[in-house]
């Protein structure tokens, strides 16, 4: 069973820049053919694809964010990590880590539980 565990601060000030970590166990980030997302939900909002880096390290990111985003991720303790620079109020948010499987067709199987994240001063 893969489990995903975000962590990180819940309050960041604007202009900091946001820096989470999902912990991911059951499975290993470099197995073939998974990519791990970023995806957050602002409130009263919906889901946003933030990004995303795949078992071989390539990474994507959503072309609104990309600019201030970057994914990267630590093999020895199977983690990977979402930095967001230059926050402000309207990244306050639900972050979820998850995983895509490719083989079944790009879709979500596992999710982290998700970390609220505020900017605010």
């Known amino acids: 069973q893969v489990q995903l565990q975000e962590s990180g601060p819940g309050l960041v000030k604007p202009s900091q820049t946001l820096s989470l970590t999902c912990t991911v166990s059951g499975g290993s980030i470099t197995t073939n053919y998974y990519y791990w997302s970023w995806i957050r939900q602002p409130p009263g909002k919906g889901l946003e694809w933030m990004g995303a880096?795949?078992?071989?390290?390539?990474?994507y990111y959503s072309p609104s964010l990309k600019s201030r985003t970057s994914i990267s991720r630590d093999t020895s303790k199977n983690q990977f990590t979402l930095q967001l620079s230059s926050v402000t109020p309207e990244d306050t948010a639900v972050y979820y880590c998850a995983r895509v499987n490719q083989p079944a067709g790009m879709a979500y199987d596992y999710w982290g539980q998700g970390t609220q994240v505020t900017v605010s001063s």
């Open positions: 880096i795949t078992y071989a390290g390539s990474t």
